[in-house]
């Protein structure tokens, strides 16, 4: 399966199966993102008053859902996501 480029070196192309296997993985973890988000967002609206925003239950929020969430696998991505985006409504809420 290796093709030759014009600088003569050869291309090795991936197998299908193993395509659809990245691809997949790359999936699975778009939507342990995607879901990590959408906890930030609960967080935000849980702990929004109606003259501002309770940073400390905010906090709480975010922190009870980052121990919820599994060390391993590809849901473990959501602590990443959990922290930059948590990070993002701190600094935005100055």
Not at 67 to 89: K, M, N
């Amino acid at each position: 399966m290796a093709a030759v480029l014009r600088s003569g070196l050869p291309m090795v192309l991936p197998e299908a199966e193993s395509e659809v296997e990245t691809l997949k993985a790359r999936l699975a973890v778009a939507e342990q993102r995607e879901e990590a988000v959408r906890m930030v967002l609960r967080a935000l609206i849980t702990s929004l008053r109606p003259f501002g925003f309770n940073r400390q239950r905010f906090l709480r929020c975010v922190r009870e859902e980052g121990q919820d969430t599994p060390s391993e696998g590809p849901v473990s991505v959501r602590h990443t996501v959990l922290h930059q985006e948590a990070r993002r409504v701190l600094r935005e809420s100055r």
